[in-house]
């Protein structure tokens, strides 16, 4: 059974920093990219930064290239998503979700929700002004 289940969220100042966690298992790490979305109030779900299980090429939404970083530790099977200088525009449930990518490290990362197949139970994160 493939779960991801993510965890970090909180309540957070303008300018502060948090790390999330997703934590996969049920199918081949290597062979997926793992991604982290999110949805604010009223919005449609984003994109905001995925990685390659394989190989660790990254994708950054353009609002959070440069204030966030994705990483994987794969003898974990865990991804995390270090945001800093956090905005209240960043406010959102956080989504992480898995897309198998059969491992191609010549494929463009997927960005859209709709190539994803797993997805975990969201973490809310606010930031405060």
């Known amino acids: 059974e493939v779960q991801l289940v993510e965890s970090g969220g909180g309540l957070v100042q303008a300018g502060g920093s948090l790390r999330l966690s997703c934590a996969a298992s049920?199918?081949?790490?290597?062979?997926?990219?793992i991604g982290w979305f999110r949805q604010a109030p009223g919005k449609e779900r984003e994109g905001v930064s995925v990685i390659g299980g394989a190989d660790g090429r990254t994708y950054y939404h353009d609002s959070v290239k440069g204030r966030f970083t994705i990483t994987s530790d794969n003898a974990k099977n865990t991804v995390y998503l270090q945001m800093n200088s956090l905005k209240p525009e960043d406010t959102a449930v956080y989504y992480c979700a898995a897309s198998d990518i059969l491992g191609a490290t010549w494929r463009k990362l997927p960005s859209l929700q709709y190539e994803y197949e797993y997805w975990g139970q969201g973490t809310q994160v606010t930031v405060s002004s």
């Open positions: 049920g199918f081949t790490f290597d062979d997926y990219a």
